[in-house]
Nanobody, 124 residues
């Protein structure tokens, strides 16, 4: 089964930037959509952003819209999350996820494939 490998997390100060990556272990793995979720300590996992592989339509939660950008690289089969203007409340473990079939609402959709998570910590 394909594995998703995240990277790019770390410690950053308020206002800083980070870029998360999510690569599929199988470059031929075909995704319909990819998404990023996050989970802070003591909180439920929440949707952050999603992208339809083609034509690249993007969706964001209200809390990150305008600060985060999701993108994908077809050649490398990699999904990115560029995070700018980071805030302490963005601190969480970030997970990437993918699905291979159509869904009308990517925020509420079920995702079959998940990465192991990468920690993002924003200091005040």
């Amino acid at each position: 089964q394909v594995q998703l490998v995240e990277s790019g997390g770390g410690l950053v100060q308020t206002g800083g930037s980070l870029r998360l990556s999510c690569a599929a272990s199988d470059r031929t793995f075909s995704s319909y959509a990819a998404a990023w979720f996050r989970q802070a300590p003591g909180k439920e996992r929440e949707f952050v952003a999603a992208i339809r592989w083609s034509p690249g339509s993007q969706y964001y939660s209200d809390s990150v819209r305008g600060r985060f950008t999701i993108s994908r690289d077809n050649a490398d089969n990699t999904v990115y999350l560029q995070m700018n203007a980071l805030k302490p409340e963005d601190t969480a473990v970030y997970y990437c996820a993918r699905r291979t079939d159509w869904a009308s609402d990517l925020m509420q959709a079920q995702y079959k494939y998940w990465g192991q998570g990468t920690q993002v910590t924003v200091s005040s």
